[in-house]
C-alpha cells in the first residue's frame, strides 16, 4: 500500500507562489498517474491537474497557465508549482495516486490519497 505525504502548503500573498511536494513511499511510483485536488472550506472536493506516467500534465481551466505539475520518479516525489497565486486558490491540496498509467480528473479514478497541505492566499 503506497503512503502519500504532502508538504510545501503555507501562507502567501496573492501574485506569490508556493510549491507543493508529495514522497510516495511504498509501492511502484514511476508506472502510474498522480494528481491533485483541493478542497475550500464549505465546497466539495475538485480536480487541479493530473500527470500521466510518461509525464503528460492535464490541468483544470481555474490553474491554466499558473500551475505546473511535474514528477521525479527516481524521488518518488509530485510537484505542483502555484504561481499568481489568488485568494480563490485558498485550499486543502490533497495529492492522489492511480493505479494505472493514465487517468483523468475525477476522483474515482485515483486510489491512494495524501492527507492534504494547507495553502491560504491573502488578498
Known amino acids: 500500500q503506497v503512503q502519500l505525504v504532502e508538504s510545501g502548503g503555507g501562507l502567501v500573498q496573492a501574485g506569490g507562489s508556493l510549491r507543493l511536494s508529495c514522497a510516495a513511499s511504498?509501492?511502484?511510483?514511476?508506472?502510474?498517474?498522480m494528481g491533485w485536488f483541493r478542497q475550500a472550506p464549505g465546497k466539495e472536493r475538485e480536480f487541479v491537474a493530473r500527470?500521466?506516467?510518461?509525464?503528460?500534465?492535464y490541468y483544470a481551466d481555474a490553474v491554466k497557465g499558473r500551475f505546473t505539475i511535474s514528477r521525479d520518479n527516481a524521488k518518488k516525489t509530485v510537484f505542483l508549482q502555484m504561481n499568481s497565486l489568488k485568494p480563490e486558490d485558498t485550499a486543502n491540496y490533497y495529492c492522489?495516486?492511480?493505479?494505472?498509467?493514465?487517468?483523468?480528473?475525477?476522483?474515482?479514478?485515483?486510489?491512494?490519497w495524501g492527507q492534504g497541505t494547507q495553502v491560504t492566499v491573502s488578498s
Open positions: 492522489a495516486q492511480a493505479m494505472r498509467k493514465i487517468a483523468g480528473t475525477a476522483e474515482y479514478e485515483y486510489d491512494s
Open positions: 511504498g509501492g511502484t511510483f514511476s508506472n502510474y498517474a
Open positions: 500527470i500521466w506516467w510518461n509525464s503528460i500534465p
